[in-house]
């Protein structure tokens, strides 16, 4: 059977102009800067007034089991979820992270949903949008810049040359710029140093965005951001160098929060970008705090799996924004939980019952860390292919229900709201009343308590989440970790960066493996973003293209029509 592509079905999509599609969520002409007839930026100003000035509405979290290297549809669960609460009468849209160019061109694809569940203009959210990446990526170039400016001309903050704690970034996978050497060919050149380049969405420059409140919150933030110490030890921050002011002015329109539409009509406020496995994975919180003070419904995700995506979300952002999800929307599919039983990626589209039975302790830890350890009610959506089987969905139904979680059959990728509306009704319910173990956002918790060491809170998450037996922290971490605690970093939140396809730091582990320990090789602190980043095993906070990278099958019509995106 041939179904249509995401882009096929996108492009036909006759959109609403997105002054009507504003108006849903009382956002009127006015505060919108618009960017043709389908795009806008809300008006500071105008979010600002809102967010301090309006009742919240409901929060809901949609994340995800460890997935495939495919995805498995969180973003088209977040998207249809709306729609579907849009259809049964609620005032609903959703908050959604900026898709980078490196996944779009590499293997996963675009953040912009799927099937008849997708944001549009899809091509456009998924390649340069209104240029949001290319602010952070420039501010971040332009402090880089600055660095090495002072160095060369008298390095007056006696700046350690080999203690430079700031890359360059750029907005693409691209393995070559991890590690250079530059400032080559003579004096008139600058000094050579060993440097390299971060993805833009691992650039604190796109954390503090997102953790942001305001222009002038930003400001201070990146102002606080530490690139590197001095020959006697003491850190270097960028309000040392005076480039806060400059770095905020690339910035100050990108702050502002955009607004587009689902296939359906249905308002979605993207913004910001980091990824989960290598930062913090989630939209801006203006973003969120927009549609939750606009909307009786707000729907967000974060990236990857709940072990990275959602602790980040409920451990970083809920603390420093204030926020207490209603519920959470645990995606799961047959395809991931059979890849996590063993079958290979060529061969998910075949039934296997021993084999998705094998990979659903995976499924059943996610509910577990959601339920027991942050306290939060959960519903389970097993989002539908085509090739699943009755037999292989009524297997994950009963593991679902021997867990005592509600799961939901969602169907949004091939009908759209349509397939969306149990989904809708059981969130509302768990919102409104919470589950029958008396679950609600009053019982939520932290996975940990700001009073630990560093080495206690990466232990807490390795130890709660992801439930391995301790932490190996590796002689560079030691070091670093020194560091850290002589300059006052204990009392920040961490942001472990480690693979998203296990719970582990090992890509291989799949399900939920037991009778590990998580090895963390380097520690360094986001100041500005006001968290301590862990590299654990083999993470690179910069990715590479593989043989066949989706870049190949991308392509424009002489009548400048993008086909090929998905």
């Not at 000035?53 to 290297?69: F, R």
């Amino acid at each position: 059977m041939y179904y249509k592509t995401d882009i096929e079905i996108a492009q036909e999509c006759e959109m609403k102009d997105i002054a009507s599609v504003a108006e849903k969520i009382g956002i009127g002409e006015e505060s919108l800067k618009r960017y043709g007839n389908y795009i806008a930026k809300i008006n500071l100003d105008y979010v600002n007034n809102k967010i301090d000035n309006s009742e919240q509405g409901k929060l809901v979290l949609v994340t995800a089991i460890n997935p495939t290297p495919a995805g498995e549809g969180k973003t088209t669960t977040t998207v249809g979820l709306t729609d579907a609460l849009s259809k049964i009468g609620k005032k609903a849209a959703c908050a959604l992270r900026e898709p980078s160019l490196g996944p779009v061109f590499g293997i996963k694809g675009g953040a912009a949903g799927g099937g008849y569940a997708q944001v549009v203009p899809m091509e456009d959210i998924n390649l340069h949008f209104t240029g949001d990446f290319h602010a952070i990526g420039a501010a971040n170039n332009l402090l880089a810049a600055m660095i090495d400016a002072h160095i060369q001309n008298g390095n007056e903050l006696d700046i350690d040359v080999k203690n430079i704690t700031w890359k360059r970034c750029v907005d693409m996978n691209d393995r070559q710029l991890r590690n250079i050497v530059c400032g080559l060919g003579g004096p008139v050149n600058g000094v050579p140093r060993e440097d390299g380049f971060d993805i833009t969405v691992a650039s604190e420059v796109m954390a503090v965005f997102c953790l942001a409140t305001s222009l002038a919150d930003l400001k201070e933030r990146l102002s606080n951001i530490i690139i590197g110490y001095s020959r006697a030890g003491k850190p270097i921050f960028v309000k040392d160098l005076q480039a806060q002011g400059a770095m905020a002015a690339l910035l100050k329109d990108a702050i502002a929060p955009n607004i587009v539409q689902t296939l359906e009509g249905t308002p979605a406020i993207i913004h910001g970008g980091p990824f989960a496995n290598i930062a913090h994975g989630c939209n801006s919180v203006i973003a969120t705090k927009t549609v939750l003070a606009s909307a009786d419904y707000c729907i967000t995700e974060a990236g990857f799996g709940a072990d990275l995506g959602a602790e980040k979300f409920l451990d970083i952002k809920c603390r420093y924004a204030g926020l207490k999800p209603d519920c959470v929307v645990l995606v799961a599919t047959v395809r991931a939980l059979k890849y996590h039983g063993g079958v290979g990626k060529a061969d998910l589209n075949t039934e296997n019952i021993e084999a998705l039975k094998a990979g659903l302790p995976n499924l059943t830890q996610h509910i577990s860390n959601i339920q027991d350890v942050y306290g939060l009610p959960c519903v389970v959506a097993i989002n539908a292919f085509p090739t699943d089987t009755k037999a292989e969905l009524e297997a994950v139904e009963a593991a679902c229900k021997e867990a005592g979680v509600n799961v939901v059959l969602s169907e949004v990728w091939a009908k759209g709201s349509e397939g969306g509306v149990a989904l809708a009704n059981k969130v509302v319910d768990l919102c409104e009343n919470g589950d029958a173990a008396g679950r609600s956002k009053d019982t939520f918790a932290f996975s940990y308590e700001n009073d630990l060491s560093i080495e206690e809170k990466i232990e807490a998450i390795a130890k709660k989440i992801y439930h391995a037996d301790g932490v190996i922290f590796e002689a560079k971490a030691k070091k670093s970790l020194k560091k850290l605690h002589e300059i006052g970093c204990d009392d920040m939140p961490v942001c472990i960066a480690k693979t998203q396809y296990s719970f582990s730091d090992d890509a291989t582990l799949l399900g939920a493996p037991r009778g590990f320990s998580v090895s963390v090789r380097d520690v360094k602190v986001s100041n500005g973003a006001g968290f301590v980043v862990a590299l654990a095993g083999n993470i690179m906070t910069m990715p590479g293209l593989g043989k066949n990278p989706a870049a190949k099958s991308i392509d424009v019509t002489d009548a400048g029509q993008i086909t090929g995106l998905f």
